[in-house]
């Protein structure tokens, strides 16, 4: 895997937006890694990064590589009833072209490094089946597997189903 060292990594900002968005896009259109089946605009994508403060559980962290987002990890609210609050769910997400570089892996360290300053009980990430490079990731990073949703969402004219995985935080 060739490294990539020259990204850097930061807590993403309202400037971001319109990169995150494309990069997000890539998925919806080409690929059942998300569920969503119409592309974003920037606008509709506005509130989801609102929702990722620079301090808390529900974090937004960039990768940047001469001055262009090339990829992002997040936390997110695992449900929205309080009872939830110390479970997050993770995931990842990277320009295609740079796939395969060891960016996934960056971002998730920084992002697991930050969370471990929080008060977050467990980490949840779903897994569209087949994906085998974020199966290797999630248990580089100590996830277990939770369970597997069968033909739970219909994309490209097919069921697909959606693998859970859950990482104990403290």
């Not at 989801?48 to 960039?62: E, F």
């Not at 580089?140 to 859970?164: L, Q, S």
């Amino acid at each position: 895997m060739q490294q990539s060292t020259t990204a850097r990594i930061r807590s993403g900002h309202e400037g971001d937006l319109e990169e995150l968005t494309r990069i997000y896009n890539h998925y919806v259109v080409e690929t059942p890694i998300t569920f969503d089946i119409d592309p974003i605009t920037v606008d509709q994508r506005r509130d989801w990064l609102h929702a990722h403060p620079q301090q808390g559980p529900h974090r937004l962290l960039v990768a940047e590589e001469e001055g262009k987002v090339v990829g992002y990890a997040s936390s997110s609210a695992f449900r929205p009833k309080l009872a939830y609050l110390t479970s997050v769910e993770t995931s990842v997400y990277l320009a295609p072209e740079y796939g395969g570089r060891g960016l996934g892996t960056r971002l998730y360290a920084a992002l697991f490094e930050v969370l471990a300053t929080e008060d977050v009980h467990r980490a949840y990430a779903a897994v569209t089946v087949p994906n085998e490079a974020s199966f290797k990731l999630h248990d580089r990073f100590g996830f277990k597997p939770a369970g597997v949703h069968r033909e739970v969402g219909r994309k490209f004219g097919r069921y697909w189903d959606v693998a859970w995985f859950e990482k104990e935080m403290r």
